[in-house]
Structures are given as structure tokens and as C-alpha cells.
């Protein structure tokens, strides 16, 4: 049987990452693209290893070691004397293992996270997965927990936010991927860790935060965080940058961490942030602006500003990260930055499905960049003369 040559793939694309990789993996990575873009289907034939020397450009070892890992993850099957074939459970998977994929997070009840789980649960349900949720409470060791149980219970695929104190530790996912389970790691990628993951740069989110304080005149301002990690000083790096370029020194940027506290109590949290606002506004500087890493913080910063007599915007303006999605209460007046967390759930979850349905390694290191707007609310004015 001859097989005709498909379009020869497009290797330039990422050149400089593509030609870091071992060409076997090169050459796995063209062929699993030819899959999932549709160029052969579940039964049909593959061209031969000659075919693929000349299409790919690689040697025919190169070609043999790419087709023996694409076989031996189940996404092809070589008959003998008919030659290789896209295998016919592409796309059928979903008897293997549970029919579920899970989505981990420090709190899926409050703040963002919420919006995140929608547009997760929705994507799932469109491709009939069913959701499970667990929440980590940003405690390495119950994720961990998590970790192993879901191993247990064999689901299918795993979308999670990384606890931050401490680091996610890479043998957690290892262990995942190791059960051939598929990862997807959200808003932060791991050290060490081979699986796709969908971002947003914590540099570019402090850049903005401080092009709209400085828009406003703030001269003195604070951001407010729970403890330090890379997104946490990364939109510190990217704050203090704006205003550096204005000639303001870092003694500008005033910041206020209340430290890695559980998350199962809230007004343990609500307490510290209420310390620190207080210690910011009793200063010899107190700033004009305070910006809060999340919507849950600024509301707390909110209401204890007015119980210390401060009006906002007025006295003090307040800014926050959250999600896109429309807020209700005290958080939809505040203004700030956004990502379309929903949107960043949906993409979780299809990523999942194309790795499993072997239509994406399990190993791919894809990074998905999603932008950060500004959202007007009713917290943001000049600074006070």
C-alpha cells in the first residue's frame, strides 16, 4: 500500500526551542501534530519509515525511535506486512480510566477561583467529562493528599493551581504523569516540570498596575501580598520599573506581606490584612494607592480604609487582580487589573482532552500566555494634593 506524502510540517515554528529538543522528540512532536490536526485519522495509515525520512528530514534511527514512543503511548500500531496505522482507540479513551477530569486550586469557593471552575466545568461538560474539584487551602501537603488520591481513583486528567509556600514540588506531578495521567498547570508553570501550562506574566501585571497609578499622579503607593513568590515579586519588579522610569526610587513602592497563613480561616486573614493596612496609613509616608494581590485582600483593605476614616478613592485609592468575570458586591465597585480566568478554565480543560486522547504528549511544554486588561471600577482617582 502507498501512502501519499502529507504537507511537510512546519518546522521553523519556535526554531530556537525546537532545535533544543533531541530530534526524536522533534520528529514525535510533527507527528503527533500531523494526528491532531487531522492529517490521519483513527485507522488509517501513516506513511512509511522512507516517507518519513524524506518528509521529516530526519535520519530513519531518528524516525524509528519517534514511532516506537508514539507506540508505546497507544497513539499508533504497526501491523505486520501492512505497515503503520493511526490506532482506532484516538479519540475513544474515555473507557480507560474515570471519565473525569479534576481541577485543583487553593480555594475553588472564593475570590477568582470560582470563574475558573465555570469555564473548567463547562468545557468538561462539552467534551463529557465529568469535574471534580478538591481544594488545596494552599497547603503543599494536602495537595500532595489530593495528589495521591486522585491517582487512586484513576481520573483523567488534572488541571491545578500550584501551592506557592512552599514551591510545588516536582515529584507531585511526576507522579501523576508517571500513572500516564495528564497535567495541566495553571497560572504558574514548575521548575523541573514538563507539561503544558497556561500563564499570565506577573511583570507585565505590575507594569500596568503602575502606568494607571502614574497615570493618576500616585507618587506613594503599596502593595499589599500574602508572602513572597515569583508572581509576587515579579509584579513588584514590574511596579517599581514604571515608576523607576519616572525617577521615583523603590522607597516609592511601599509593600505589606501578612505571611502564608491557611487558608481555611479567612478572618485569620482578614486580621492580618487589617494589621498591616493599619501599619501602612500610620506611617511617616502613607501612600495615596494600594494595590492588592487578589479580590478577597482588597475587599478587606476596603472596608477597614473607611473604619480607619479613610475615604476611597478620595484619600486612597485601591486597586486588585481578579478575574474578568462580573463581580457582585463589594468587589464589582473596586477597580483594578483582570484575566479571563474563565477563559483560562476552558483552555485547561481542552488541553487535557487532547492529551488524553493522544492527540498532545503528555510531556509537551506548551506555555499559553493570557493578556491582562485594566477594569474601571469606583476605587481609582487622582492622587490627593
Given at each position: ?247 521615583l526610587d523603590d522607597s516609592h513602592v511601599a509593600t505589606a506581606s501578612y505571611g502564608q497563613i491557611t487558608l481555611e480561616s479567612a478572618e485569620v486573614c482578614a486580621r492580618a490584612i487589617r494589621q498591616e493596612v493599619a501599619s501602612l496609613m500610620s506611617g511617616s ?101
Open positions: 500500500m502507498t501512502t501519499p506524502h502529507p504537507p511537510k510540517p512546519d518546522l521553523t515554528i519556535e526554531a530556537a526551542a525546537v532545535a533544543a529538543r533531541p530530534k526524536y522528540q522533534q520528529a514525535y512532536e510533527a507527528l503527533v501534530a500531523h494526528i491532531r490536526s487531522g492529517g490521519a485519522k483513527a485507522g488509517e495509515p501513516l506513511p512509511t519509515e522512507l516517507q518519513m525520512v524524506e518528509w521529516l528530514g530526519f535520519s530513519r534511527n531518528t524516525v524509528r525511535q519517534a514511532l516506537a514512543r508514539l507506540e508505546s503511548e497507544g497513539l499508533i500500531e504497526r501491523v505486520q506486512g501492512r505497515g503503520t496505522f493511526v490506532a482506532e482507540s484516538i479519540g475513544k479513551r474515555k473507557g480507560e480510566q474515570l471519565d473525569s477530569f479534576a481541577l485543583i486550586a487553593p480555594d475553588l469557593r472564593q475570590g477568582d477561583y470560582p470563574s475558573l471552575l465555570l469555564g473548567f466545568e463547562l468545557a468538561c461538560s462539552a467534551d463529557q467529562y465529568q469535574t471534580v474539584v478538591a481544594n488545596s487551602m494552599n497547603d503543599v501537603a494536602k495537595q500532595g493528599d489530593i495528589v495521591l488520591q486522585l491517582i487512586d481513583e484513576r481520573i483523567g486528567g488534572v488541571a491545578m493551581v500550584p501551592v506557592t509556600w512552599p514551591t510545588t514540588p516536582a515529584y507531585q506531578i511526576r507522579q501523576l504523569q508517571r500513572n500516564r495521567i495528564p497535567v495541566v498547570l495553571c497560572h504558574r508553570s514548575i521548575e523541573g516540570v514538563s507539561a503544558p501550562a497556561i500563564i499570565f506574566s506577573g511583570v507585565e501585571q505590575g507594569r500596568l498596575v503602575g502606568q494607571i497609578l502614574r497615570r493618576h499622579h500616585h507618587r506613594h503607593v503599596a502593595m499589599i501580598y500574602s508572602h513572597e513568590y515569583a508572581m509576587s515579586l515579579d509584579r513588584l519588579n514590574g511596579l517599581r520599573e514604571v515608576f523607576a522610569a519616572d525617577g509616608q502613607p501612600p495615596t494607592a494600594i494595590f492588592c494581590h487578589n479580590t478577597p485582600d482588597a475587599e478587606v483593605t476596603y472596608l477597614h480604609l473607611r473604619d480607619l476614616g479613610f475615604r476611597v478613592p478620595q484619600d486612597v485609592s485601591l486597586l486588585r487582580f481578579g478575574g474578568a468575570w462580573e463581580q457582585h458586591g463589594l468587589g464589582a465597585k473596586i477597580s483594578g487589573i483582570v484575566v479571563d480566568e474563565q477563559g483560562l478554565g476552558k483552555k485547561a480543560a481542552e488541553l487535557l482532552h487532547e492529551m488524553r486522547a493522544g492527540l498532545r504528549a503528555i510531556d509537551d511544554t506548551a506555555e499559553f500566555l493570557f493578556a491582562t486588561q485594566e477594569r474601571v471600577g469606583e476605587t481609582l482617582a487622582d492622587a490627593p494634593r
